[in-house]
């Protein structure tokens, strides 16, 4: 099992930029495929952003593609998912997974944080 904490969400206005971190602990030796979902009231939870084991390859939503981007460092057992010009349909919890299998589906992940707040206002 992987031990998943993420940190970084808050309150900010259109446009402007937030980074959100994803600490991994336990079972970080094992290749995991890291990635960012996100889920607003009244809605499922969507597929933001992933990035492979090697992080060599990244996938992204079309709704974020050219605004958001994820990486990963290693060495620190950490993800990284800097957001720019941030809209308030971005407003959502976002929620870091690690799983086997580099996926946009959440099915493919099985070890989930208990994700962090962004508010994007008008």
């Known amino acids: 099992q992987v031990q998943l904490v993420e940190s970084g969400g808050g309150l900010v206005q259109a446009g402007n930029s937030l980074s959100l971190s994803c600490a991994a602990s336990g079972r970080t030796f094992s290749p995991y495929a890291m990635g960012w979902f996100r889920q607003a009231p009244g809605k499922e939870r969507e597929f933001v952003a992933a990035i492979s084991w090697g992080g060599g390859s990244s996938i992204y939503a079309d709704y974020v593609k050219g605004r958001f981007t994820i990486s990963r460092d290693k060495a620190k057992n950490t993800v990284y998912l800097q957001m720019n010009n941030l809209k308030p349909e971005d407003t959502a919890v976002y929620y870091c997974?690690?799983?086997?299998?580099?996926?946009?589906?959440?099915?493919?992940?099985?070890?989930w944080g208990q994700g962090t707040q962004v508010t994007v206002s008008s």
């Open positions: 997974a690690a799983g086997v299998i580099f996926t946009v589906s959440p099915s493919g992940y099985d070890n």
